[in-house]
């Protein structure tokens, strides 16, 4: 094969714990991928074994986490990071999580809140380590108390408890993966995503400095960084199969107009020997639904006359428009075969 698939999850293979039909014409009957493939989500709550393994019994495929993009998988890459203290925010095991990406010195917002009230000034044995840098995985479970402690730490340059000083500006280093806004599980409608609370702590931060909230990087579809990650992973798969022709296309199948198919122009960064192009293939089984019949003619099936990006993406609505739309991921599959010219 001369391409590749990067599979959105939530919306597109599978909607909460119901999987979504038609996977298996991507294997053979060993169980093998006849293509490659990378799943790239920008769920951030568990390891990428814990995630293959989900994939594997929801979709009755054998899947590697080699083949499993996490929206923190690029953190790998940021190694003067990984010796420094940093605070990590999100669910799900953070500490293992921030440990198998690197960080040497993870410290998580229920220690920074347990260590808080007792916080002694002269006895530096209970003080907390300062912290440098905060890395924000994912949406937390108790939000007040994530935005209030991230809010100390950036105020404080690193020292909670000590007074707010407006004047350590720019604040220290914040990492951020997934910039979802919304995104689509078992309910009627779309929930709030990371994205959502990263709009909560921009604008905090903005209401008591009057500046704005700067990131250090941001990670997560529809960053460049993860779908340059995403791409080396497939030439990985390639490489590793003993595929001899090198991978031109990437298409990239998802549900979300600004997440999956937002600025597909990250190509044009990429390494030479990379792919030479990508295409989005929007589906309708999750955050995108027109309810209406596909359109034939995919340049004229959608205006956004509200921007649901991040605040740091600048809109255009040239940026949004999918290659194709189907109607879910098996008319997605069957479309690139044809495109492709590919008899599996």
Known sequence: PSFGFLFDIDGVLVRGKTPIPAFQKLVNSQGQFLVPVVFVTNAGNCLRQKKADQLSHLLGVPISQDQVMMSHSP???????????????????????????????????????????????????????????????????RWETNLQLIIDVLLTSGYPGNPYHHENYPHIPVLACNMDLMWVAEAQSPRFGHGTFMVCLENIYKKITGKDLKYEALMGKPSKLTYQYAEYLIRAQAAERQWKQPIQTLYAVGDNLMTDVYDNSWETELASAAAARCRSVLVCTGVYNPHTEVPLDTRESITETVFHGHRDFRFDPGLVEPDHIVPDVDAAVDLVFQLENFAP
């Not at 000034?121 to 003080?127: A, N, Y």
């Open 75 to 141: 953190l790998r890459m940021f190694k003067r990071y990984h010796e420094k203290c940093v605070l990590v925010s999100g669910q799900g095991p953070l500490l293992d999580i921030a440990q198998d990406l690197g960080f040497c010195q993870p410290i998580t917002i229920e220690t920074l809140r347990e260590k808080h009230p007792l916080l002694d000034v002269v006895d530096h044995d209970r003080r907390p380590k300062v912290l440098v840098t905060v890395v924000l995985f994912g949406e937390p479970v």
